[in-house]
């Protein structure tokens, strides 16, 4: 399995930008994902998590941040909306199998920077 994410960029705030991320080696539907972020000098955290029908996002980006899937080409995707300085952090793409407990499928990262 690999995931490539992409999309990081430096952005003021109150802009948008779009995160993707490019899967192979799986078969998207019967994973779910996650996009995580870190904070320089801190673990990584959970953003947004897409299990089947359901969604969670962590409540400093309800209603900023909204993930979607392409199944055809494996793509898992981050709209990021007004967002503000403190969103500042390298971004992760996660997978795990739907019978699997822990995401072990990670990408590289992407940086995201906001700019005030």
């Known amino acids: 399995v690999q995931l490539l994410e992409s999309g990081g960029v430096l952005v003021q705030a109150g802009g948008s930008l779009r995160l993707s991320c490019a899967a192979s080696?799986?078969?998207?539907?019967?994973?779910?994902w996650a996009w995580f972020r870190q904070f320089l000098g801190e673990e990584r955290k959970r953003v947004v998590l897409w299990r089947r029908g359901t969604v969670g996002y962590l409540d400093s980006v309800k209603g900023r941040f909204t993930i979607s899937g392409d199944n055809a080409n494996k793509s898992v995707y981050l709209q990021m909306n007004n967002v503000k300085p403190e969103d500042t952090a390298i971004y992760y793409c996660a997978a795990r199998p739907t019978g699997m407990k822990n995401f072990d499928n990670w990408g590289q990262g992407t940086q995201v920077t906001v700019s005030s």
């Open positions: 080696g799986l078969t998207f539907s019967t994973y779910y």
